[in-house]
């Protein structure tokens, strides 16, 4: 499988739907590759918090539109990050931070809502609704063409979560065997950026795609940094602090192999069911 990730540089003089036709443009460029992941919140920018409201939109909505209209002419799998999800809730609104997935045929698949938001007690924590489901996605075998059968299962997280391995570890208990992590992250904890997605890689013996941001949101300069990790930790792909495109090839069948060579995902003893005891 070959995946692309584009990490989106955020120009505050760029307006959002400016932006929506560049990286349209970027992701037709990336004919050939299976799957292209896109950074979080990158229409707007992560911390630009005062055009949540302002640009958050339904997940058919323009940035959708652009997306699908993109993946469906390089005939590629689009994880296209997320956007500020707006859900009508009576007299009021709701946001969420929302990735779609987007099929070769332009569909929309899957979405994911954040489950773990950042803020403590303001910016996003406070602006936004937490999701509360995990969500897998399967594609096709892309060596046959089969576009029946699932043949990798790629897992959704969003920035923040990298900080929460229960969810990733949920994730692989759903089959996850690639973990797709799109973020935000300030350039002031880019070391934990790397750090936790190697973690993540080890503890889960799974591919972590984690692709970020470049630029600056609202003064807050961002990370760069995307990386790319197989199931042993090993770094494969690792952008600067520029816009920049990833491009790796990856075997799903090295993620079976390394659990089956070090199968410490068997000798779990917590989270797990807790058999009844007997007297």
Same mark, same amino acid.
């Given at each position: 499988?070959?995946?692309?990730?584009?990490?989106?540089?955020?120009?505050?003089?760029?307006?959002?739907?400016?932006?929506?036709?560049?990286?349209?443009?970027?992701?037709?460029?990336?004919?050939?590759?299976?799957?292209?992941?896109?950074?979080?919140?990158?229409?707007?920018?992560?911390?630009?918090?005062?055009?949540?409201?302002?640009?958050?939109?339904?997940?058919?909505?323009?940035?959708?539109?652009?997306?699908?209209?993109?993946?469906?002419?390089?005939?590629?799998?689009?994880?296209?990050?997320?956007?500020?999800?707006?859900?009508?809730?009576?007299?009021?609104?709701?946001?969420?931070?929302?990735?779609?997935?987007?099929?070769?045929?332009?569909?929309?698949?899957?979405?994911?809502?954040?489950?773990?938001?950042?803020?403590?007690?303001?910016?996003?924590?406070?602006?936004?609704?937490?999701?509360?489901?995990?969500?897998?996605?399967?594609?096709?075998?892309?060596?046959?063409?089969?576009?029946?059968?699932?043949?990798?299962?790629?897992?959704?997280?969003?920035?923040?979560?990298?900080?929460?391995?229960?969810?990733?570890? $949920?994730?692989?208990? %759903? =089959?996850?065997? /690639?973990? @797709?992590? #799109?973020? *935000?992250?300030?350039?002031?904890?880019?070391?934990?950026?790397?750090?936790?997605?190697?973690?993540?890689?080890?503890?889960?013996?799974?591919?972590?795609?984690?692709?970020?941001?470049?630029?600056?949101?609202? $003064?807050?300069?961002? %990370? =760069?940094?995307? /990386?790319? @990790?197989? #199931?042993? *930790?090993?770094?494969?792909?690792?952008?600067?602090?520029?816009?920049?495109?990833?491009?790796?090839?990856?075997?799903?069948?090295?993620?079976?192999?390394?659990?089956?060579?070090?199968?410490?995902?068997?000798?779990?003893?917590?989270?797990?069911?807790?058999?009844?005891?007997?007297?």
């Amino acid at each position: 499988m070959r995946a692309s990730l584009l990490q989106i540089a955020v120009d505050p003089d760029e307006s959002v739907e400016s932006r929506r036709r560049r990286v349209a443009a970027l992701v037709r460029k990336q004919r050939g590759a299976d799957l292209v992941v896109l950074p979080e919140l990158w229409p707007m920018g992560a911390f630009a918090y005062e055009l949540f409201a302002t640009e958050a939109e339904t997940p058919d909505g323009p940035t959708f539109e652009a997306m699908s209209a993109a993946a469906r002419d390089a005939g590629v799998w689009l994880h296209a990050g997320s956007i500020v999800e707006r859900v009508r809730d009576g007299g009021s609104d709701r946001l969420f931070n929302t990735s779609l997935v987007i099929s070769p045929a332009g569909e929309l698949v899957r979405t994911y809502r954040k489950i773990h938001r950042f803020g403590f007690d303001k910016g996003e924590a406070t602006l936004m609704d937490a999701g509360s489901e995990l969500v897998t996605v399967a594609l096709p075998d892309t060596t046959t063409g089969d576009t029946t059968t699932g043949d990798t299962t790629i897992g959704l997280a969003t920035c923040y979560d990298l900080r929460f391995p229960e969810l990733f570890r $949920g994730l692989v208990d %759903a =089959g996850a065997q /690639v973990l @797709v992590v #799109p973020a *935000g992250w300030p350039a002031r904890r880019r070391a934990h950026w790397s750090l936790l997605a190697r973690a993540r890689a080890v503890e889960n013996q799974s591919y972590v795609l984690a692709c970020g941001t470049a630029g600056t949101h609202a $003064g807050v300069e961002q %990370a =760069g940094h995307s /990386v790319v @990790v197989d #199931p042993w *930790g090993e770094v494969l792909a690792e952008a600067g602090n520029g816009e920049e495109v990833l491009t790796v090839d990856l075997d799903p069948a090295r993620v079976a192999l390394t659990r089956e060579q070090f199968p410490a995902l068997k000798d779990r003893r917590l989270g797990l069911p807790v058999p009844p005891v007997r007297d």
